[in-house]
C-alpha cells in the first residue's frame, strides 16, 4: 500500500514494513543513511507541524531467535516527511511480528510524549466531518472559507484548539488573507461548520484569543 492508499486514522501510529529496495535508497538519499536492501522498519505518527512522518528504526535482523533493530537507531531521530512519503510502498507490521522485535514500545512512549499530548487537537482528528477539508499530508491543517468585504477566498488554517461541548474550533492562519489585512498568518480565528441540505463548508467566523479558551 501507499500513504494515500488508506484513511490517515488507519496508519497513525502503526508500525510499518517498507521491502522495496528503490525505497529503502530513497529514504537512504533523503537522511543520508545506509540501510541494506532488507526489511526495514518505520514507525507512522502525525507532527502537527510537520505532517504525517515515518520515523526510520532501520533495517529488522534476527539475533538470538528474536527480531531487532539496531540501538542506533532508537536513539537517533531519523524522520522522513513530506512528499516523499507519498512514493514509498509499505505494509502493515501485524500485532504477532510486533511482539517479537525489542524495543518498540520506547519508540511509541517518546513518540507520545512528544506529539500527542493535546487532548483537543487528537479530538479534532477524530471528526470525519472534516476529511473533506484535511491537507493529504497534514491531517491539522483545514481550508476555510472566508468571506470579507464583499470578496470571499479560501485560505489554510492550522487545528489549534477544538472542544465539542463547548463547541470551538479555532485554527491559526498559514497565510496572509487576500481580502482583508487583518488576517495575518500566525493571527487565530474561530471557525465554524457550516451546512445545507446539498454541501458544507468550514468558515471563519472571527479572530481569536486562544489563549483564553
Not at 22 to 27: V, Y
Not at 54 to 78: A, C, Q
Not at 138 to 156: C, R
Request: aromatic share 10%; hydrophobic share 40%; glycine share 2%.
Amino acid at each position: 500500500m501507499k500513504l494515500l492508499d488508506e484513511n490517515f486514522r488507519n496508519i497513525d501510529r502503526k508500525w510499518i514494513a517498507i521491502e522495496k529496495y528503490k525505497d529503502i535508497k530513497k529514504i537512504n538519499k533523503a537522511l543520508k543513511l545506509e540501510l541494506d536492501d532488507a526489511l526495514t522498519l518505520a514507525y507512522v505518527y502525525i507532527d502537527s507541524e510537520k505532517g504525517i512522518s515515518f520515523r526510520i528504526l532501520g533495517n529488522i535482523f534476527h539475533e538470538d531467535d528474536s527480531l531487532h533493530v539496531s540501538d542506533n537507531y532508537l536513539t537517533n531521530d531519523y524522520v522522513l516527511n513530506g512528499d516523499l512519503i507519498k512514493k514509498i510502498s509499505f505494509q502493515l507490521v501485524n500485532d504477532e511480528t510486533k511482539k517479537v522485535i525489542d524495543n518498540l514500545d520506547i519508540i511509541e512512549k517518546d513518540i507520545d510524549s512528544k506529539y500527542y499530548n493535546k487532548a483537543s487537537i487528537l479530538e479534532a482528528r477524530g471528526l470525519a466531518i472534516l476529511d473533506q477539508f484535511r491537507h493529504e499530508l497534514f491531517p491539522d491543517d483545514l481550508e476555510l472559507y472566508f468571506e470579507s468585504n464583499k470578496k470571499s477566498e479560501l485560505i489554510w488554517g492550522r487545528t489549534q484548539v477544538y472542544s465539542s461541548d463547548k463547541n470551538i474550533l479555532a485554527c491559526k492562519l498559514l497565510s496572509d488573507s487576500n481580502i482583508n489585512k487583518d488576517y495575518k498568518k500566525d493571527a487565530f480565528v474561530f471557525v465554524k461548520i457550516v451546512k445545507d441540505k446539498k454541501d458544507i463548508d468550514i468558515v471563519i467566523d472571527k479572530l481569536a484569543d486562544v489563549k483564553s479558551h
